[in-house]
């Protein structure tokens, strides 16, 4: 590892302003005090501006239990600054997985301490890095500011112009919705129409509130992404955008008790010009945002820029601003490739449960062995021992299983705390059986948690939980947090969820289980730190193709937005793309075959699910398809993206861990997408085998998805593949070096 860490100023004390380039001077950003003591902040790329002059600080409840009242002094103005230090800092890492081998860490700090009448003082600390910035506000020990609630963090964003946006709507308890794009003018009117309030979880704060990750382009050809990262100890945050309508308007909108609130961005202090974002930070059940003792520090705040959108996708800058490292030992966390019974109940063929006769349960009072089947339970012995030969025969590691628990049979009353225990199979799931032939085939099982968003229930339960796991030799579980959370009244993404979702990890890892977390708050770049985190769902996922679907554009819009906080556990893979011919749901998949073979290397995740069933794998007419499924890797030594466009087309290589192997993929929307694969970055003087899945002439997305060709030849550096991509489809190349 390569480090530097430089000291190159100590300002003078009291100076009024200061600024800091990024190390290639492409960004530079500039911090000052106006004459109210306000923190300001602004930052340009190439000399054209990104973010206007934008105010800093945070607005705090009355505390009944503070002394002297201190703690209703908001750290908002009143600032004079005490000192400034720039430094610079330089290390090169290298990730458990990822998608590169190596990770540079290179950025100019700028620390600035200011200082309130009242004697308190804050650290305002700006990393610049070559591809953006992060920010984040640090709180001292000190005797004038212990313990503080937080009302409302008011750290903004002013847009230079109005910019197209790739965004969802706030809301403090799901991100599974469609993706809108628009204006930033038009997002008010647009979301009247962008909220699906049928979601099992909904609290949409705001009718101009988004979340975050939030990718934006500007008219000027500035791609620009706001989102957060290493948020420990404190709430989600969310952007509320203050456009013409503001300050008039408290629209109450459709949607019951989850309809809008009235505008959160109101107080005491005046409302920035249209065009900027302020932030909004999570509740919990008492309405605080932020309940803290110093010393601790807030989330980095981030903003991305460039002139090329493929630098949005390569950056690292959320993970470098967390921390490095935790686990000491992490030769127990592996990328996996599994598949499972999940699909199945997801489009309604089976049931998670394991009878019809109860209309509610009581985990103490039934004995299972007495109770009827209802004869659709899926977490059966022979339906898994099937799954696991399929894995076995098809070089995957582990299979998920769904519905294995008792508890399911009233799960969805969302207000039940007691739902499930976490160790007790149903009557047709032999656990010791099930592992011992599982292992026997080199093969594991995945172990599923769903929680029904009863965490005190969870925590309760998970030690005994994750001894049973280590006891038969799982070493994944996939979490879930469906429905409103309980404790009633909180919610996905408060300070004390956040807390929850990492106490799991932490307590996993002590077991030595990877956790895939799904229904979660969205990441953060947490799996830096604790990579026993391999993934996470935090969007909407395949499972909506079986609720009505996923418009064509959906996964190139992904890795702009979700995928920058971490990977996702997107599910892909799903070859049948007519539900109705082994079901009686009439949904159906908005993809190609080949642009679900895509998804592999353009939705990053160093866990991958071959989502469909055995059966239609083992198709003739789809089989041959499979084999770069069973082919791909999913940890890489490097990766390159090649093209890129927010929601029309992602082409991108890379290179499997440990090998001179690469493969290539592409998504595109409804529209198609002709791309030329310059293969540059094979090695010199090389051959390699390279096989190509693309999509037939007459493939299309709605009339012909199944149509593919596959094509085999042997390349070298600096040939060139020339590639037509249906609409909604796509395409995957293997290049295996000979």
Request: proline share 5%; aromatic share 10%; charged share 25%.
């Amino acid at each position: 590892m390569k480090k530097l860490f430089l000291s190159l100023a100590l300002l003078p004390l009291m100076a009024i302003a200061g600024n800091v380039k990024s190390p290639n001077g492409n960004i530079e950003l500039k911090f000052s005090v106006d004459q109210t003591g306000r923190p300001v902040y602004e930052m340009s790329y190439k000399g054209r501006a990104v973010v206007k002059p934008s105010f800093l600080g945070l607005e705090l409840a009355k505390d009944k239990h503070a002394s002297a009242g201190l703690n209703e002094t908001d750290l908002m103005d009143g600032f004079s600054i005490k000192d400034e230090k720039l430094s610079e800092f330089d290390e090169t890492w290298q990730p458990v997985w990822g998608e590169t081998k190596n990770i540079r860490n290179h950025y100019n700090e700028l620390a600035v301490t200011l200082q309130q009448k009242q004697r308190r003082e804050i650290i305002i600390r700006f990393r610049v890095y070559d591809d953006g910035i992060g920010l984040r506000y640090e709180f001292p020990q000190q005797q004038n500011l212990n313990y503080f609630l937080i009302k409302e963090e008011h750290t903004e964003f002013a847009m230079a112009g109005d910019h197209t946006a790739w965004w969802l709507p706030g809301d403090y308890d799901t991100q599974e919705q469609e993706t809108q794009e628009c204006k930033l003018s038009e997002i008010r009117e647009k979301m009247k129409t962008a909220v699906n309030w049928d979601n099992s979880s909904v609290a949409v704060f705001s009718p101009t509130g988004v979340q975050t990750s939030l990718q934006m382009k500007s008219n000027d050809g500035l791609y620009i992404n706001i989102h957060e990262a290493a948020c420990l100890d404190y709430a989600t945050m969310h952007l509320e955008l203050v456009d013409a309508a503001t300050k008039a308007l408290t629209t109450k909108l459709g949607g019951g008790s989850n309809a809008y609130t009235p505008n959160p961005t109101a107080s005491k202090y005046p409302l920035p010009q249209p065009f900027t974002f302020v932030s909004h930070l999570t509740p919990d059940a008492t309405g605080l945002k932020g309940c803290m003792q110093t010393p601790c520090t807030t989330p980095w705040r981030t903003v991305m820029v460039s002139d090329d959108a493929r630098d949005m996708l390569s950056s690292n800058l959320i993970l470098n601003l967390n921390e490095p490292c935790k686990i000491e030992d992490t030769s127990w966390i592996h990328p996996t490739k599994y598949c499972g019974v999940w699909w199945e109940m997801i489009v309604g063929r089976g049931n998670w449960h394991y009878t019809n006769d109860f209309p509610s349960i009581q985990l103490d009072n039934i004995d299972w062995t007495k109770v009827k089947p209802n004869g659709t339970h899926c977490a059966n012995n022979e339906t898994v021992k099937r799954y696991i030969d399929f894995a076995a025969k098809n070089g995957l590691d582990e299979v998920l299983v769904e519905g294995w628990n008792v508890g399911w049979e009233d799960w969805a009353n969302m207000w039940k705390r007691d739902v499930f225990d976490f160790v007790t199979p149903y009557p047709d799931f032999d656990i010791k059986m099930l592992n011992d032939y599982a292992h026997s085939k080199g093969v594991k099982i995945l172990m599923h948690h769903e929680t029904s968003s009863s965490t005190q229930n969870y925590e309760r339960h998970i030690k005994e939980a994750y001894d049973l796991m280590n006891k038969y030799g799982y070493d994944a579980v996939k979490t879930g947090y469906v429905g409103d959370i309980i404790p009633r009244g909180d919610h996905h993404y408060s300070q004390s969820m956040n807390n929850h979702y990492l106490y799991v990890i932490k307590e996993a890892a002590k077991h030595h289980i990877m956790v895939n977390s799904h229904e979660a708050t969205r990441p953060t770049g947490l799996c830096r730190t604790y990579p026993n985190l391999v993934g996470g769902e935090s969007a909407r996922g395949t499972e909506y193709e079986a609720f009505g679907g996923n418009r064509p554009d959906h996964t190139c819009i992904l890795p702009f937005t979700r995928l920058q906080g971490g990977p996702m556990d997107y599910t892909p893979g799903i070859f049948e793309t007519q539900l109705s011919t082994w079901s009686k749901n009439t949904s159906w998949v908005r993809t190609t075959i080949c642009g679900q073979l895509a998804l592999y290397l353009t939705m990053y995740s160093p866990l991958q699910m071959a989502a469909d069933l055995p059966e239609n794998y083992e198709r003739a007419d789809l089989a041959p398809a499979f084999q770069f499924i069973r082919d791909v890797a999913c940890d890489w030594d490097d990766s390159k993206y090649l093209e890129a466009e927010p929601a029309d087309y992602i082409t991108v290589a890379r290179k499997a861990k440990g090998t001179d192997n690469w493969f290539v993929g592409g998504k595109c929307d409804e529209n198609g997408h002709k791309t030329t694969i310059k293969l540059d970055f094979l090695d010199k003087g090389k051959k390699y085998d390279c096989t190509i899945y693309a999509d037939a002439k007459d493939a299309h997305y709605e009339k012909n998805p199944k149509a593919f060709t596959i094509t085999k030849r042997v390349v070298k550096q600096g040939d060139v593949l020339k590639i037509n991509e249906a609409p909604g489809g796509g395409f995957a190349v293997s290049i295996i070096a000979k």
